[in-house]
């Protein structure tokens, strides 16, 4: 055994999915390796409070290790968590949750939602797919980043990807390729969805590339694209600036929609805008948000960061009055039409404001609310949660619902929630947007603490 390496026993995984191992008083982040399994690992990294590592054996394997189904495990980065059971990767997103509520929170969810679940393979709907021309690796590259890199992976298939998709990779590599502008087009967005005007209708998908380009397509180019599209059944959308300024190349007619069938809504969406990645489990997620907020006809509700109305449509057609908040103009003018294409304009209204800076001030013509919806990014809610009433107060919200995307800002908040607020965390649970990965989407209830003792 070299220096760099050491036998270690696993404790627990962290939130991206690694190891957690114990040496020498520091802690070893340990890649490849799952709780109770004792591993040989190898020193990729130290720094003064910790150090990263790579499981080169496993001398006592977790049950719940499997075989990764996808060749390019552990040299792609797009997956961390393949070695792992389903079970066992929910099992850890919960512990990861629970784990940052308690420390980061200090509170505790009086209930512990079942975690939402679905299709593990397949799912992947939306993706950016890196493109890079390697004169020494024989020629383009289309995929993911390497782990812990900025190369491009060589993939040839990806089954997180749905398989129309997959099946894509190598062809898309061989057109590129072929193009004039072949170094000069670095990025490929995917979008999978259903035609914007046979939404409705047995369930067809089409895909859409986007082609980041920065330079202009030749005359050769366009016939080429033309002639792949054809073929492949794909829909081609030119991108030369930022995401704005994406537009259908061809067929020119082309556009997306998603729909929410339990609601009878279908929302419109361009493949450079925001949407969830797992549209299956997505519709679950929307279900059952909207089980706990539970909207009654005419309820004030306010659905902050709405994006373009994944909760507000549900919650309108639900027959409550549903003010969605946003910060981008885009998002919003994209809700607006589908509310106006659902028949829901007269339940809905929306704003565009900067959550991040919301006051006391800002707030006010919004109220009184009965319930709200917050679905924020990454950096969370907190400005937001800080202007919202007192729970003692008369005005009040009787219920929120938060969807989370990072379990630290969502334990931020929900520590002002609770310890400033007056507010008690009903509930929460995870769900598994994204299997394999580590990443950890979540679902908390806060209801006013009607036996606390705090005043505002």
């Not at 930022?242 to 361009?270: H, M, N, W």
Request: overall charge neutral; aromatic content about 6%.
């Amino acid at each position: 055994m070299s220096s760099s390496s050491f036998t270690a026993t696993i404790e627990s995984l962290d939130q991206d999915g690694r190891g957690i191992a114990r040496l020498d008083g520091k802690t070893v982040f340990v890649e490849g390796a799952l709780p109770g399994e004792t591993v040989i690992a190898q020193i990729l990294k130290r720094k003064p409070s910790w150090e990263l590592a790579r499981a080169e054996q496993i001398l006592v394997a977790n049950p719940e290790r499997v075989t990764p189904r996808c060749p390019h495990f552990g040299v792609c980065g797009g997956c961390t968590l393949q070695h792992a059971t389903l079970a066992l990767q929910v099992a850890a997103k919960q512990r990861v949750l629970e784990d940052a509520l308690q420390r980061l929170g200090n509170v505790r969810a009086e209930q512990l939602l079942p975690p939402i679940h679905g299709p593990a393979w397949g799912y992947r709907f939306r993706a950016r797919l890196s493109v890079l021309h390697v004169l020494k690796k024989g020629g383009v590259l289309v995929g993911f980043h390497e782990r812990r890199s900025s190369y491009v992976a060589d993939m040839r298939e990806c089954p997180v990807l749905p398989p129309t998709v997959s099946a894509l990779l190598l062809p898309l590599r061989e057109l590129i390729a072929s193009l004039s502008i072949r170094d000069r087009l670095p990025q490929i967005e995917v979008a999978v969805g259903e035609p914007w005007q046979m939404s409705s209708q047995n369930g067809a998908l089409i895909t859409v590339l986007v082609l980041r380009i920065l330079e202009r397509l030749s005359d050769e180019d366009e016939a080429r694209l033309r002639a792949f599209a054809d073929c492949h059944g794909v829909d081609f959308w030119l991108q030369t600036g930022g995401p704005e300024t994406a537009r259908p190349f061809y067929p020119q007619d082309s556009a997306l929609a998603y729909s929410l069938p339990e609601f009878a809504v279908t929302l419109p969406f361009a493949p450079t805008e925001f949407t969830q990645v797992n549209h299956d489990i997505n519709r679950v997620l929307v279900r059952r948000a909207l089980a706990l907020l539970a909207p009654q006809p005419n309820e004030r509700i306010a659905d902050f960061f709405c994006g373009l109305g994944n909760f507000t449509l549900p919650i309108a057609r639900c027959g409550a009055r549903v003010t969605g908040i946003e910060g981008s103009a885009a998002l919003l003018r994209r809700a607006e039409e589908g509310a106006r294409q659902n028949g829901l304009q007269d339940h809905c209204a929306f704003l565009c404001a900067n959550l991040f800076e919301t006051t006391l001030d800002t707030l006010a013509p919004l109220l009184p609310l009965d319930k709200i919806l917050i679905d924020p990014p990454r950096e969370g809610a907190v400005e937001l949660v800080k202007a919202l009433p007192h729970a003692n107060e008369k005005n009040a919200v009787r219920r929120i619902v938060y969807v989370s995307c990072n379990p630290a800002t969502l334990a931020r908040d929900a520590a002002v929630f609770v310890h400033e607020r007056g507010y008690a965390l009903r509930a929460a649970g995870v769900v598994n947007m994204f299997p394999h990965t580590a990443h950890v989407e979540s679902m908390a209830v806060f209801e006013p603490n009607l036996t606390a003792s705090a005043t505002p």
